[in-house]
């Protein structure tokens, strides 16, 4: 249900997760004054008030890490991107000292890796998971890269550091799939919804006279605590939405360096 709101435009979802709830939220003290007395209310203000204190600040300590601790992982998803592509164009840059055929051969390899990443593991990323073309392709990259044999300290030395930055590729798209499938576990989601709802309806209990204002201030405070969660839901998956990372930094990458393989 998340990814499906994540994968939504991000107007759609607005609509659902802060239109339609903010909506229900405004209509609610309306039908509860038709059926309670404002006199009935108004005896829960001083009570309620310090309760809905309590509860409120409560949730909003909730929201608050929770958006923090998912605008981290944005920001991690960002940055292993980033590092992906700087290790391939060190890699593209010392396939050159690791022998003729067999830097030839790696570069071939890391161009169709790349190639691959752009046009098949971002559009799985985006359902959480990775594709296996990918992992062909990796595996094809290393193999490429073992079949060089230095002769000398020097190029042992460069099949070191080349292997290294293979190995930084690997881990940095191990840790794309794994930021990919959402950072918010379900018992989160159901306390962050769960909590907006008990607060939004903690609201209802309360009675002024002027029932247009407190309909205005319930509509307001809906709003705010629900695009709190619409910002969660749109970074929760940083591949995935109107809101994600994309493969920029890759693209860059093969354009500089992927000439160099047809020579």
């Known amino acids: 249900m998340i990814l499906f709101l994540t994968n939504l435009p ?3 979802a607005g609509l659902i997760l802060v239109g339609v709830p903010t909506l229900l939220a405004m209509i609610g003290p309306i039908l509860i004054r038709h059926r309670v007395s404002l006199d009935q209310l108004a005896t829960n203000n001083e009570v309620a008030g310090f309760k809905f204190a309590t509860v409120g600040v409560l949730y909003a300590v909730l929201l608050a890490f929770a958006v923090i601790v998912v605008w981290e992982k944005f920001n991690d998803a960002d940055r292993t991107v980033a590092e992906e592509a700087a290790a391939a164009a060190t890699i593209y840059r010392l396939a050159g000292g690791i022998g003729a055929e067999a830097g030839a051969a790696l570069r071939q390899e890391l161009t169709n890796y790349l190639q691959e990443v752009i046009a098949e593991d971002w559009p799985a990323m985006a ?12 595996d094809n990259a290393y193999g ?3 079949t060089a044999t230095p002769t000398d300290r020097r190029g042992s030395v460069l099949l070191a550091e080349v292997l290294h930055e293979l190995d930084q590729v690997t881990e940095a798209r191990r840790d794309r799939l794994v930021l990919a499938s959402g950072v918010v576990p379900g018992i989160v989601w159901l306390v962050l919804f769960g909590g907006a709802i008990l607060t939004v309806g903690f609201t209802f209990f309360f009675g002024t006279e002027n029932l247009r204002a407190q309909t205005i201030m319930t509509g307001a405070l809906s709003v705010l605590m629900f695009s709190g969660l619409l910002i969660i839901v749109a970074i929760d998956h940083p591949f995935a939405g109107s809101v994600k990372v994309g493969p920029e930094p890759l693209v860059l990458v093969l354009e500089d360096f992927a000439p160099i393989s047809f020579p």
């Open 127 to 138: 359902n959480g998971r990775g594709s296996t073309k990918v992992r062909f392709a990796l």
């Open 144 to 146: 490429a890269l073992l």
């Open 10 to 12: 991000l107007w759609q």
